[in-house]
């Protein structure tokens, strides 16, 4: 089994297949079993994503093995003693299998933001789960400002006019007029940020920069990073002053299908309705309705509730919607050395040292 090595110098396992010794050595056939011992947390297994296009190996002890997978199938039945499991585009029914086989895991990091996907994939209740919060939040923020932009100065019907070789003049009529040329800018805008994590404290800079008027919308009301943030109560009292809605929420039973027909009536029909959190949180028929009623100036979408979006979704046809196929994140950013620490604090101090642990 060739070996490979880690930036760091450190052995790993190369494919699905042979295994590190805790020494140091390189071991053959079946990985011995192992317990950890009671009270501490000694040398782990981790397996992590190898067919991915980033570093996703983090620097570990001498005692520790790191072993790759690929994404899209099976753990092999040879690592299916991990302790810790890094996830980062793994299917549904591939983390359904390793809820069901992967018996003594304690521990699962994924690379996303949101962790929506290992949260339905059955893992037991014990096994500890923390998301990739942080890591995507450059990438996020400038997706998510150059959907806004998009929308709001029209690039989808410019591209249209481009592609009929059509000189569209009627844009430069529009944005002259006294009603409709505020629509065209962020200078003044009222922007609602849904779901105030990280991206969005992120974000929010990035469109106060252009003179837009940024709030926040969480679980709990405050000011954070300068910028006002309300309560969910608060929200349907907002929304008619909104030019541009920004959902980042993740997706939850308790955000499915939460932008629904009710909320999106009380947006003005000039607004703009922008998703960079999670499609299950919103209700398409409800939002290609409105776009085709005109009661929705426009939207943007980079999520949607089925991935990749069907051939047949009306989505696909509605007017003044800008698609982009869930790329805002792209890629963690230092995922290497974010593992790095992840697993030294979990190594040192088990869940209680680990970042972005999530509530199960």
Partial sequence: MPMGRTPHGHRIADGTRG???????????????????????????????????????????????????????????EHVDADVLVTWASPGRVLADAARRLTRLRWIQTLNAGPDAVLAAGFAPDVVVTSGRGLHDATVAEHTLALVLASVRRLDRTLVSQHAHTWDRTLGKEQASADAGRTFTLDGARVTLWGFGSIALRTAPLLAAFGAHVTGVASTAGTRGGFRVVDESALRALLPQTDVLVSLLPATPATHHVLDADLLALLPPHARFVNVGRGATVDEAALVAALRSGTLAGAALDVTETEPLPADSPLWDAPNLILTPHVAGGRPQDAAAFLTEQVRAFKSSGAAGLRNLVER
Avoid: C
Wanted: charged share 25%; hydrophobic share 30%.
């Fill in 19 to 77: 295994w590190t010794r805790r020494d140091g050595h390189e071991g053959t056939g079946t990985e011995p079993s192992r317990r950890p011992a009671a009270g501490s947390v000694p040398g782990v297994k981790i397996l992590v994503p190898g067919n991915v296009p980033f570093d996703s190996a983090p620097q570990v002890d001498a005692g520790d093995v790191v072993a790759r997978y690929v994404m899209r199938d099976p753990i092999p039945d």
